[in-house]
């Protein structure tokens, strides 16, 4: 089952999307700039391979919600994120606020 969720933060609108699968669930909080993201993420590949891309996206690791993700330390983020001020160990809803 996926959901997508309105979220508010400081005056704007992102979306939450979580995806339920057998054992496990994604979460994702995005901006139209970037998104933070579970454990499911691999920053070494969007730095590696995607590089070219410039995405900008974080990673926190042991969430199970959505509230979760935003209330947890990023465990690591994009080459591209670090340029926007994102950097491991920022809680994922200032990660967001500086991607808006």
């Known amino acids: 089952m996926v959901t997508l969720l309105p979220i508010e933060i400081e005056g704007h609108t992102v979306m939450g ?16 700039r ?3 993201m579970c454990g499911a993420l691999d920053v070494g ?19 199970r919600t ?14 591209e994120a670090e340029k926007w001020g994102v950097h491991p160990g920022l809680k994922g809803k200032d990660a967001i606020i500086r991607m808006l």
């Open 66 to 79: 959505l509230e979760d993700l935003l209330e947890a330390p990023l465990e690591s983020v994009t080459v």
């Open 45 to 63: 590949l969007l730095n590696q391979k995607l590089g070219d891309r410039q995405i900008i996206a974080g990673r926190a690791v042991g969430v």
């Open 34 to 36: 970037g998104y933070i």
């Open 17 to 32: 999307v979580e995806v339920k699968l057998p054992k496990t669930t994604l979460l994702a909080i995005y901006t139209t």
